[in-house]
């Protein structure tokens, strides 16, 4: 049952951040019986949601924390899907990782394999068998895999709905400025521009802003905004049936460079374009359109799909992947600031993650158990030792 929040009842939780981690993390806090207050600084999925392409992936998680964060929220995304309107548009469609030659795809099959042996679902697809998945694929690569656990969701109405089923009070246009603390060195709220909220936990899921909340109090993260492009299609007939990337993909995600780097990803979707991805690249919140990156990612698109190159190419967007030094996310609480709750860094993979992270949150708020992976994903791993306390003050903006 879903809490509904009064308006009258003081937050238990102020979430900073309305994208698809900040929803989750409402939505699990308030069917655990918190009332929880959601502060941002723009519309509903305003940054890095409303940019992303609505990835549920395990297919591109190597063995380790972060696929079982991945298969938990796979789980949970397929309960979401029963429990909110049908217009978040939830597919479970599948992955087909495919490698262009044969080195690559003995790489690739080593690592379904190991992939297979944590849990996920990797079938090995010869050659022969590529076009019986995708038939517009072009000839000559080697193999692929199958990741039937794949699968999409339109990103920014899946928030929305997550927000709605919570029960949270909104706060929309409004900035959070700086956090609250006590002079014990606690958090007890927020200042925004409309004013004080006061609560006494604060959840950091302010995506690829996420490093500067309560940088001032030695509680900031080194979260840094790596720019990535998507092109979008003119409507078609189901020419992609799954999403479909190579094998380069995964090495470029935990690539740890500036430099520009694309892989090609190919997916259909529901409504018919078809979205065209990825690329990678450190240039701060710069968004800038970049023809060198567009014109890479068309090329990769026909490349893969040559009954692409005749189609148009309606928009293109940016957005900002919010990433941590070691690819991982950070998720609890900051022993640096008690109150402090982390759920951010998940660089492209926050909307998959959402649902698994959102739930680790709500268990680190209600003094539930942790399971021994996602000790992988504390923020202390990033953090120093807890400073002195310190006269009640504000400490500065997100």
Sequence with gaps: MVLAVSPTRPPDVIVVG????????AYHAARAGLSVTVVDRGPVAGGTTGAGEGNLLVSDKEPGPELHLALLSTDLWRELADALPPDIEY???????????????????????????????ARPVPAAALRDLEPHLAPGLAGGVHYPQDAQVMPALAAARLLRASGAALRLGEEVT???????????G?????????????VNAAGAWAGSLGRAAGAGLPVRPRRGFVLVTEPLPRVVRHKVYTADYVADVAAD????RT?????????????????RELT???RTLSLPALRRLAAGAVALFPVLAGVRALRTYAGFRPCLPDRL??????????????ACGHEGAGIGLAPATGLLVTRALTGGELPAWARAFRPERFATAPKEPRPETPTPPR
């Design 18 to 25: 309305a994208g698809a981690v900040g929803a989750a993390c």
């Design 91 to 121: 597919e479970a469609k599948g992955g087909l990782v495919v490698a262009p030659d044969a080195g690559r795809l003995d790489a690739l099959r080593a690592l379904a394999a190991a992939q297979s042996a944590a849990g996920a679902e």
């Design 178 to 188: 700086a956090l609250l603390t006590t002079a014990a060195g606690r958090v007890r």
């Design 190 to 202: 927020v200042r925004t521009t409309r004013g004080d909220l006061h609560a006494p936990c604060v």
């Design 257 to 260: 460079t500036a430099a520009l």
């Design 263 to 279: 892989s090609t990803v190919v997916e259909g979707t529901a409504a018919g374009p078809v979205l065209v991805g990825a690329s």
């Design 284 to 286: 701060g919140y710069d």
């Design 329 to 342: 996310p950070a998720i609890g609480p900051d022993p640096r600031l008690p109150g402090l709750v982390h």
